[in-house]
């Protein structure tokens, strides 16, 4: 029996022969493993409302000092506040405002201090980990020296040092400014977190440099400055920003001790740090003066600690080659 030709094969095998529709599931949707979770989505809303909270507030409403919780004032600013749901401080302030204001410089710090250590270590660490051999060595003791002195005494040792006091034209010392101590405590804390996130990096530069692609970009003849910023960087850069938040939680953390000491934020400028100095006496009589900062503290810190993690397992960031 003679084939059939293709002409005179049955409309119904001819279907059989026809590639099937893709199933129609409507629109795309991510793979489950790659949703962000309900914590977080609530470790983002809450760090939203902290930095909104922070730039807004002290902007749309500011206290009256003459006003205080007997009188019943409310805050006046580009709003009227018609009721104070944290209550009042001690001095007839708005603790809504005042954490605000804390929010701000806290935030203020900790990013400051966080984006200090990434420019300085996180350079420090390319460096070693793309040239490797003698530089690696040395910029390898240099992190090993600064990780063997407790992170929180070497920030103390630096404010103590450079802004316990100012000496002014004349030469006489006196207390230094709100502003000269946030900038030494920016930079005290920025360098305690430089060895941190420069073995961060460099334990990830010394894996990507390694790669083909780098070898290939040596091979055309590329610089090594456009190797390290166009090639080995970007690959880098979500194991630096895993522990960046984790950093910024710490410093957060530690701006509030340093505080307790007495080497914080100094009054009039407000830090959670501060807010819990000034209060810890009053605990019997204004307790939730004393608990609010530190319930702000811990539901930054741990929003951070959450995303830090997700960040990590997200890109697959590997702590071991440390």
């Not at 692609?213 to 194991?239: H, K, T």
């Amino acid at each position: 029996m003679l084939a059939q030709s293709p002409s005179t094969v049955p409309d119904s095998d001819l279907a059989t022969l026809e590639p099937s529709e893709p199933p129609k599931t409507g629109r795309f949707r991510r793979p489950r493993s790659q949703r962000l979770g309900i914590g977080a989505w609530a470790a983002i809303i809450w760090l939203g409302i902290v930095l909104v909270g922070a730039i807004l507030i002290p902007i749309l409403v500011h206290s009256n000092p003459n006003n205080n919780a007997i009188a019943g004032h409310s805050s006046q600013g580009l709003f009227k506040v018609a009721s104070h749901p944290l209550g009042f401080d001690r001095n007839g302030d708005d603790m809504l405002l005042n954490l605000a204001k804390g929010a701000r410089n806290s935030m203020l710090v900790s990013l400051g201090a966080v984006g200090f250590g990434l420019i300085l270590g996180g350079g420090l660490g390319l460096v070693a980990g793309y040239f490797g051999r003698g530089v690696d060595g040395a910029l390898t003791t240099l992190f090993n020296v600064l990780l063997s002195i407790p992170p929180f005494v070497l920030a103390l040792s630096l404010i103590t040092v450079f802004a316990t006091t100012a000496i002014d034209k004349t030469g006489n010392q006196h207390p230094p400014s709100s502003t000269h101590r946030l900038i030494v405590l920016i930079i005290a804390l920025g360098v305690v977190s430089v060895p941190t996130l420069g073995r961060i990096t460099r334990a990830n530069a010394l894996q990507w440099s390694q790669r083909e692609f780098v070898l290939a970009a040596r091979a055309q003849g590329a610089s090594n400055i456009r190797i390290m910023l166009r090639e080995v960087l970007p690959n880098v850069l979500p194991a630096m920003f895993s522990i960046a938040f984790l950093a910024i939680a710490f410093v957060i953390v530690a701006e509030g001790g340093l505080s307790i000491l007495g080497v914080g934020v100094l009054p009039p400028a407000v830090s959670w740090g501060n807010m819990i100095a000034g209060t810890r006496a009053d605990l019997q009589t204004l307790p939730f003066e004393l608990f609010e900062p530190i319930l702000c503290i811990f539901f930054t810190v741990l929003s951070l600690n959450y995303l830090g993690d997700i960040v990590r397992s997200r890109f697959d960031v590997r702590e071991s080659a440390i």
